[in-house]
């Protein structure tokens, strides 16, 4: 079931229109009394009276971004968008839906991701109605829906990925943020496409590990990042080595031959490699005395 316009027309002029009908009703009550027949003066009053009367139930309002799904004995009649005041057939029944952007945020959800680890995870989805008569119609309460669709499809998202990517090429929910947000947003509106919802934006708000492994995670993290700071500080340390090497054979400032250069290197990469400071050792003897 698609959206349609729906039979309305602007309220102002028909106030108008009613008002002149309820005088006339009014006139002929007042002047039945001195003319003859006076019944029929009488019962025209009456009718113009009743008329008018069921007329104005009729009347309703269109705030700016809404539409009023209008039905005429339950069958769908039609969608009024325009705002303002409006006249539509006083047996037609009316539902307000906002055509707003509104968003929520989930709860907390505790799934697995694809590496069988559990974390918890939440999201902010922005959307709006785009087909009111799919939004009543088609689904019980389209708000209600909208979230529990939403926390169906980030679940189904979450377990398609790792929180944490061991391969560069392969994205994970915490390094492809854009790749993760566009991935949910479409399974969400696949979700919706039925209730008349169009998903604007999908984000990621909350991600982390379950309590239960947070800490053995923390700790893998952190000697993740101590084996990446070890192998910058060795490469560094060795570019080092080999630059003052090729500063003191340039210079000629001392002949070492293999052993020498090797315990020069040794000394050299504990000295540049290690966390604490190191103590320097003079020697006072020859270069091949200890």
Sequence with gaps: MNERQGFSVAGIP???????????????????????????????????????????????????NEGQVVQLFGKYAGTVRDEGLRWTNPFYSRRRVSLRVRNFESGKLKVNDSDGNPIEIAAVVVWQVVDTAEAVFCVDDYENFVHIQSESALRQMAQNYPYDAHDDGKPSLRSHGEVINNHLRDE?????????????????????????????????????AIVAARERIVEGAVGMVAMALDRLRQQGVVELDEERKAAMVSNLLVVLCGDRSTQPVVNAGTLYSG
């Design 14 to 64: 028909f106030i108008v229109f009613c008002l002149l009908l309820a005088g006339s009703g009014v006139f002929l009550l007042l002047s039945s009394a001195g003319q003859e027949p006076p019944a029929l003066r009488f019962f025209g009053g009456v009718a113009l009276i009743a008329l008018t009367a069921l007329f104005t139930k009729g009347f309703f309002q269109v705030a700016p």
């Design 188 to 224: 969400i509106q696949a979700r919706l496409e039925k209730a008349g919802v169009s998903v604007i934006e999908a984000r990621i708000s909350h991600l982390a590990y379950a309590q239960e492994i947070a800490q053995a995670m923390l700790q893998r993290q952190q000697a993740s």
